[in-house]
């Protein structure tokens, strides 16, 4: 398979909707995320969980991470997904990519899919998918995919905005192709696999999502 020219999670995200058709689980929550540059939104949830199924499927593809079956629970059995690393990557990755990979526990035990999306994304928020967003957008920044813009007026107080570069984004459209290759090889190759890893890392998200204090006075 060709390498692309970013990231295939950054391309999973900004191509999110030619991918729906693989998408191995839908979310019922409403609101969306549009995509740069084009008019079309795809539910953030969904978004999310796309572009780090995307980053594990690359790894597992170059021969980095090995994803196997496990079942857990004594009385109530449940089936999850272990990662074990299994060479160092011959090309050097940024982005989710690169976290992903530095996310990986030294001990194998602690290398299920949702613990490793756990740490990946390092604490706590109201909106962990958003968080997932973000974090593709400022490594696309730093490749020159976005600009930073500063807010006019009270908007200042939130700090520069970042602006999609629309002639750049465009041009890499021919290359989420490679990347419905990689998700479609791993959905046929190992079926059980491909489809537990989207429960995984949607499990794995919405542990960082904080809950609420309850004041019980």
């Given at each position: 398979?060709?390498?692309?020219?970013?990231?295939?999670?950054?391309?999973?995200?900004?191509?999110?909707?030619?991918?729906?058709?693989?998408?191995?689980?839908?979310?019922?929550l409403s609101f969306g995320e549009r995509l740069p540059c084009r008019d079309v939104s795809v539910k953030k949830s969904d978004l999310a969980t796309l572009i780090l199924v995307t980053a594990y499927a690359h790894w597992k593809q170059q021969g980095c991470l090995q994803l196997s079956m496990g079942v857990k629970?004594?009385?109530?059995?449940?089936?999850?997904?272990?990662?074990?690393?299994?060479?160092?990557?011959?090309?050097?990755?940024?982005g989710?990519?690169?976290?992903?990979?530095?996310?990986?526990?030294?001990?194998?035990?602690?290398?299920?899919?949702?613990?490793?999306?756990?740490?990946?994304?390092?604490?706590?928020?109201?909106?962990?998918?958003?968080?997932?967003?973000?974090e593709v957008q400022h490594y696309l920044l730093g490749l020159g995919y976005y600009s930073e813009v500063e807010r006019k007026g009270l908007g200042k107080l939130l700090g520069k905005e970042l602006s999609p570069q629309c002639d750049?984004?465009?041009?890499?459209?021919?290359?989420?192709?490679?990347?419905?290759?990689?998700?479609?090889?791993?959905?046929?190759?190992?079926?059980?696999v491909y489809t537990q890893l989207w429960k995984d890392v949607s499990a794995g998200i919405t542990s960082r999502q904080e809950t609420p204090d309850t004041d019980l006075d």
């Open positions: 398979m060709t390498q692309p020219v970013v990231a295939p999670s950054a391309l999973a995200y900004l191509y999110a909707d030619s991918l729906q058709d693989l998408f191995a689980s839908k979310t019922r629970g004594l009385l109530v059995k449940s089936k999850y997904l272990q990662a074990m690393r299994t060479s160092i990557p011959a090309d050097r990755l940024d989710l990519e690169g976290l992903l990979l530095a996310s990986v526990a030294p001990r194998e035990k602690d290398n299920a899919v949702a613990s490793i999306v756990h740490r990946l994304l390092r604490e706590d928020s109201v909106d962990p998918w958003g968080r997932v967003v973000k750049r984004i465009l041009s890499l459209q021919s290359s989420v192709s490679l990347v419905r290759e990689l998700l479609s090889g791993l959905r046929s190759s190992q079926p059980e």
